[in-house]
């Protein structure tokens, strides 16, 4: 695969910063955008550009019909069984509350437990912490192992009659592991309870097959998929959208007003409320398009090489630690050198343009069960090469270097 | 931007020795700071007398080499220092971290002042004037005997 060509796709890699080329391994915080998906919001904006669904103009139904070509080619990515399972939220966070307030308010209520991971982001634990509140739920952590895995035994021995929605990530955004989402599926529909997946790290790196997976909501965050910003997704099987509430209430999602009542039309207009990020939806598509142009496969094989160099280079450091050591693992290498504040390894890389994220990367929970309080992680995206292996590699012996360590 | 200038050498001997991280004995206020976007941590252990005068000063706490050195740093140049002048400290030192200002503070000695001086750096790293900030701010907190965290997030 050339991957050159590929990143020439992505204007970013023109510029320098700090006076160097970028490597950029923040991937997992947010991907770069390639210029199709870039150059086709403002197209949007200077030639499309309309409300959706509410006027009658010539404009009004370009602009919906290219919005809902978005949800289309969702539908597709992702193979879910019709476009009505696929609702655009501002992020992925919006599609985990969604399903934590319209799930929780109907069929949560005290006492009843929601089963989570130690590996879970802020995400996909604070929702769930509002509805605890709210309704006097319990929350169950499945416990992590030392290798950074949630061993399926953990969650199934947490699985009992008051357990009513399992929340599960797909990938963990700290120690890579790849989660057996499938297995999870099978052991809680045993007893008929329906699995939400963080699907944030999962949806930009892992082949989604939503039939395969059996899962009943899968949320998405479309700016680490090479999108725009302002743009998440919820899939959800139908059989919940007939059942839960609506969401946030508003302009769009009704179907009748009156004094008395109202009442509401199907997904997934009842669920988006207001106007939503036009713009960015459509914009989205090229994001999509340009993922099945490199095809998934490609993506996952070249990430898995460069991951797999990255682990192998990184190890020979004997002042680094890397976090979690799963046996399938995705995209992402968490680490700690010793006698370095992971911030200031943040910074000494930055210097030579190399940029990670540092800090708890919205995990504290799994970190404090790690033992630390923060670390440093490189996570990839198609882009990234050995090159940018052996960058990010010399930058760390210069932390070494400058700490004297 | 060189970095060299933000990890001078007195900052990474505070950053890694770290003076009067400890409870210092008979202190009389406490508070607590908190960065929660990077996790740092800071907690300053002050002995204030009647005369307001910081009779000794430490901390305990997490962080990166900035913060640490910044509240080992802290505690020496304000022990034995009234509260006013301390605050007065604070004033030139955050001065000197968002504009660059060159520090010459009368009531320090020239030592003090170049030890101060080595947090110079963090000026070009505008994301890190947080982590240099916050024990002097926790510091500010236990003396005027606010009982809330500092957090640099609001």
Known sequence: ?405 | MDIKELYQEIVLDHGKNPRNKNKCEGFNKEAKGHNPLCGDKVQVFLKLNNDKKVEDISFEGEGCAISIASASIMTETIKGKEFNVAKKILEHFINMLKEGSKLSINSLSQDENTTMMSLSGVKQFPMRVKCATLAWHTFIHAAEGKEETVKTEK
Request: glycine letters at 8%; aromatic letters at 8%.
């Open chain 1, 1 to 405: 695969m050339d991957i050159k060509s590929i990143k020439s796709q992505f204007p970013i890699f023109k510029n320098k910063f700090n006076g160097k080329p970028l490597i950029y391994l923040d991937n997992a915080n947010s991907s770069q955008k390639p210029k199709n998906v870039i150059d086709r919001i403002s197209k949007f904006y200077s030639k499309e550009f309309s409300n959706i669904g509410r006027s009658v103009h010539t404009l009004a139904v370009t602009a919906t019909n290219r919005f809902e070509e978005s949800r289309d080619l969702m539908k597709k990515y992702i193979n879910a069984k019709s476009r009505e399972e696929i609702i655009f939220t501002k992020n992925a966070t919006e599609a985990i509350n969604l399903v934590a307030s319209t799930y929780g308010d109907k069929f949560i209520n005290r006492g009843d437990e929601i089963l989570i991971t130690e590996l879970e982001h802020h995400a996909n634990y604070v929702p769930w912490h509002f509805l605890r509140q709210k309704k006097g739920a319990i929350i169950k952590f499945a416990k992590c192992n030392d290798r950074g895995e949630v061993d399926i035994d953990e969650i199934k021995k947490l699985i009992n009659n008051k357990t009513k929605i399992i929340a599960i990530t797909h990938l963990s955004n700290v120690t890579g592991v790849i989660m057996p989402i499938k297995k999870i599926v099978d052991l809680a529909s045993e007893k008929k309870i329906p699995v939400l997946v963080d699907g944030c790290q999962g949806a930009p790196h892992l082949k989604l097959d939503m039939q395969e997976l059996g899962c009943d909501f899968y949320a998405i965050s479309c700016h680490k998929m090479y999108g725009p910003t302002g743009v998440g997704v919820l899939y959800a099987k139908k059989k919940w959208l007939d059942v839960l509430p609506p969401y946030q209430g508003g302009g769009g999602m009704i179907e009748e007003v009156k004094k008395e009542s109202i009442t509401f039309p199907g997904s997934p207009t009842k669920y988006e409320a207001g106007t939503l990020q036009t713009a960015e939806v459509v914009g989205f598509s090229e994001s999509l398009k340009f993922i099945e142009d490199v095809g998934i496969k490609n993506i996952m094989q070249h990430e898995k090489e460069i991951l797999e160099y990255g682990l192998e280079e990184i190890k020979k450091n004997n002042s680094v630690r890397i976090i979690g050591d799963p046996k399938h693992r995705g995209s992402i290498i968490s680490f700690t050198i010793k006698g370095i504040h992971p911030h200031d390894i943040a910074t000494i890389l930055d210097e030579d343009g190399v940029a990670i994220r540092a800090g708890h990367h919205c995990c504290q929970i799994l970190h404090e069960k790690m033992g630390i309080s923060a670390s440093a992680r490189a996570s990839l995206g198609i882009y990234n090469s050995k090159d940018d292996i052996d960058a990010l590699s010399s930058a760390i012996k210069k932390c070494n270097k400058v700490f004297n360590t």
